[in-house]
């Protein structure tokens, strides 16, 4: 029986545990190692099904560009398949653009996993990895759907292991253009080439190589990463910004009381004029919610 409709499709963020920019491809891709975290700060789509190959989409949240990633995914999946549906796309929002949390990445992924069972297309893991990678270089690991290694322009994945967290995300009222961050003069590209198991020796290994012009473009970010330290520790900031991000200790992980006191305070502490900062906590997720959605 075919379907109408999926709803309430979840699309998670993701955190950047470290970044480093290894070298650059002769087409201008920067080489990248880094670790993603799925956590759960999510959007939520829902798609109709249309027989007239029409896409669409409708903002039920904060207006998004006309041919954002959402939109672009599924043309992209109609081309590959030669399908002749379409769809009416509703987005709700959440995870904020300009942020380095991978949210539209996340959204493109979800469109590709849904689809593909919406219109009963049959694609494998792989053939959906191939489309994803045309679209971001981030949308890969969204469609693998576990946490990784990350290597290559974001398309070398290796799941890892990693053991529950729960973290404070802290976003700036700044959202910062990634192509901004990787034309930065402070941007070095010769990080040395690290190996999995340093990493997993030491979680607070590395750093972020696109930090220190994320902080030349905007104070905030600087702000934001202090008052983190100040609080919790090791701070750090994710993709190409603006949202940072520091791990809760293990003994305050589940302790919700304690989560909403320190956003709180935190929040009092960054009161300026312009009061759109947010403070979240966000824990991780052992896997994508459509992790099951298609086969390997």
């Known amino acids: 029986m075919s379907l109408s409709a999926l709803y309430d499709l979840p699309a998670p963020a993701k955190l950047n545990l470290f970044l480093h920019v290894i070298g650059r491809r002769a087409d201008g891709y920067h080489l990248l190692q880094s670790v993603f975290r799925l956590i759960d700060w999510c959007d939520t789509l829902h798609l109709e099904r249309r027989s007239d190959g029409v896409v669409s989409r409708e903002d039920l949240g904060p207006a998004l560009p006309e041919d954002d990633l ?32 991978g949210g539209g990445s996340s959204d493109a992924a979800t469109v590709l996993l849904g689809l593909n069972r919406l219109w009963n297309l049959g694609l494998d893991r792989r053939a959906l990895l191939e489309l ?38 802290l976003k700036p009222p700044v959202a910062i253009p990634t192509a901004a961050i990787f034309s930065s003069p402070l941007l070095r590209r010769d990080t040395k080439p690290a190996k999995m198991a340093a990493f997993l020796a030491k979680p607070e290994f590395g750093k972020n190589d696109l930090q220190a012009g994320a902080e030349a473009y905007s104070k905030q970010v600087v702000d934001g990463l202090e008052i983190l330290k100040q609080n919790l520790g ?10 940072v ?52």
């Open 70 to 101: 959402c939109t672009r995914a599924a043309r992209l999946l109609q081309q590959a398949t030669g399908t002749r549906e379409g769809v009416h796309i509703a987005i709700d929002k959440q995870v904020p653009w300009g942020a380095g949390l």
């Open 245 to 296: 991000f520091a791990q809760y200790p293990e003994v305050l992980r589940e302790c919700s009381a304690k989560h909403g006191e320190l956003t709180e305070k935190i929040l009092r502490s960054l009161a300026t004029p312009n009061k759109s900062w947010i403070a979240r906590t966000c824990r991780s997720l052992e896997m994508h919610p459509m992790q099951h959605w298609v086969k390997d």
């Open 234 to 243: 090791l701070s750090r900031m994710s993709g190409s910004g603006s949202a």
């Open 132 to 169: 994803g990678v045309k679209l971001g270089a981030d949308v890969p690991f969204f469609i693998g759907g576990r946490d990784a290694w990350v290597e290559g322009i974001g398309e070398i994945l290796t799941p890892i292991e990693l053991p529950p967290a729960s973290y404070l995300v």
